[in-house]
């Protein structure tokens, strides 16, 4: 791979957007595929200011969901900021009304100390048993009406979130019984990881805990047949810089730790109850997870494991809307597949040497072996994801969408073709941005030839600011 590269300018990738837009979009080439059908859902920071006040980290911005609803052959758009106490407090404040994760209010200690980061709703969206919720793992979830986006308010699964409620954004579902399972990252009074079933009919159902040896971070999760799963890098918040962050002194990104000596811990939580099965290997650096699934008495797990330290990654968070043109490193990390056997051996396999993130893969295989990985990737060594790749977990073969120059990918979406038979046969949809003229478009890539043009391309009028994660449903919103 050749080494990063950077633009002569150093673009503004995260220009925040205020306005809030409802159109159909009528600037397009190509045509939307005959069968794609549904709804797009994505979720990120829409702003990062709040009262007046630049916000320090990517993770502080005020959550705003865009909607992408095919219908006819067209594509409507809408986006609206989730109402949440801090966005609505943020309008009229001087300042942050709240702390943030790695943003202090102005006032200092007497302004920050024992107070928890605001819910800013701000990291990925799910739509479950007819309702459409905003995600942010600290925090309960905010419900919204999904042909509207108008905020409908705090959701706690009627009293089954309790406290402050943590749920995190990436849920997963049993494509057999349309049960949803996702976890609740808790520090206090101990540290540990509350697991969750939420049946088809929107009821909360308690699986049990994962004991943490130390107040840790952990993001994402996987799903088998068998087990939820869980990779847990050694992303932990020491004493002393925890106690400093609650009292005001530091900010709580600023308390996190990569502590590498104490390797990297896997829980296999059982799906039907029962003591979880702990397991320790070398550390990772990692944030998200592809597919898990069982294969014979082998557990498998696929994640996206960074070539960095967490200073260089939470480095490339921090003061994000001054761009990612002079990073200094390429974007994401390399899909890397574990395999654990019954003796408990934990097997790491590099699956390609493409640099990317976000990874994907058609949901319909959740929880069993799957063939392919999207990534929204870093051709040629970029400091930005200005490609989308697939990834054949069978034969190793490589396959790169490139977009044009200066532009840069969001996360993709699979979205199935009606009545397919092969994995692949179906769409990605891609959001991207033109770094130079800060306007978002949306991409339709045939899944099965990802070197060919794309399909569709729709151009918005407006930037759109770094989509954390999204969901897609073939029900159509009706925002009129």
């Known amino acids: ?17 205020h306005e809030e837009f409802d159109y159909t979009v009528d600037e397009f080439d190509g045509a939307l595929p005959e069968g794609l059908r549904g709804t797009m859902y994505r979720n990120g920071p829409g702003k990062l200011d709040a009262g007046g006040q630049p916000l320090r980290h990517l993770f502080d911005g005020d959550g705003m969901l865009s909607m992408f609803a095919i219908d006819e052959g067209a594509l409507h758009f809408r986006n609206r900021f989730v109402r949440t106490e801090h966005y609505r407090k943020s309008l009229t404040s001087n300042g942050l009304p709240y702390r943030a994760l790695g943003t202090m209010r102005p006032g200092g200690i007497l302004t920050n100390a024992l107070q928890f980061p605001a819910n800013v709703a701000n990291t990925s969206v799910a739509m479950h048993a007819g309702k459409l919720l905003a995600l942010w793992e600290g925090g309960r979830p905010t419900e919204l009406d999904p042909d509207t986006l108008d905020t409908i308010g705090v959701h ?15 849920p997963k579902w049993d494509q057999r019984t349309g049960d949803m399972f996702n976890f609740g990252l808790a520090m206090f009074p101990r540290p540990k990881l509350a697991c969750y079933r939420v049946d088809r009919a929107g009821k909360l159902h308690g699986l049990g805990s994962v004991g943490l040896p130390v107040p840790m971070f952990n993001h994402d999760m ?74 014979g008495s082998d557990t498998v797990i696929e994640l996206v494991d960074f070539d960095a330290t967490w200073e260089e990654l939470n480095g490339q968070l921090t003061n994000a809307q001054d761009g ?45 072996r799957h063939r392919y990985v999207y990534l929204a990737a870093s051709a040629d060594g970029n400091s930005f994801p200005n490609s989308v790749a697939k990834i054949d ?15 840069f990918a ?58 954390f994660h999204g969901t897609f449903t073939s029900r159509v919103a009706h925002p009129a």
Do not use: C
């Open 222 to 295: 996987g799903l088998t047949e068998k087990h939820m799963v869980f990779v847990i890098a050694p992303l932990v918040f020491p004493m002393g810089k925890m106690m400093g962050a609650g009292l005001g002194f530091r900010n709580f990104i600023e308390a996190i730790d990569y502590d590498a000596a104490r390797g990297t811990m896997i829980a296999l939580v059982p799906r039907d109850g029962g003591k979880p099965r702990i397991l320790h290997t070398d550390p990772l650096m990692h944030l998200h997870l592809a597919n898990t699934f069982e294969d």
């Open 393 to 407: 977990n069978d034969t190793g073969k490589e396959s790169l969408h490139r977009l044009p120059e200066e532009h």
């Open 156 to 170: 706690d699964f009627d009293g089954g979130l309790t406290w402050i409620g943590a749920f995190s954004a990436h």
């Open 410 to 467: 969001h996360e993709a979406l699979f979205v199935p073709r009606p009545d397919a038979i092969a994995e692949d046969d179906g769409w990605l949809l891609v959001v991207t941005q033109d770094r130079r003229t800060e306007k978002a478009g949306m991409l339709v890539l045939d899944a099965r030839d990802m070197v060919a043009d794309p399909l569709y391309r729709g151009q918005l009028r407006h930037q759109l600011p770094l989509t």
């Open 1 to 17: 791979m050749s080494s990063p590269t950077t633009s002569e300018q150093n673009y503004r990738d995260y220009t925040p957007i």
């Open 324 to 368: 990612l043109s002079y990073a200094g490193r390429a974007f994401g990390g390399k899909l890397t597949r574990l395999r654990i056997t019954p003796t408990g051996r934990v097997i790491h396999e590099t699956l390609s040497d493409i640099q990317g993130d976000f990874p994907t893969f058609n949901l319909s295989y959740t929880a069993r």
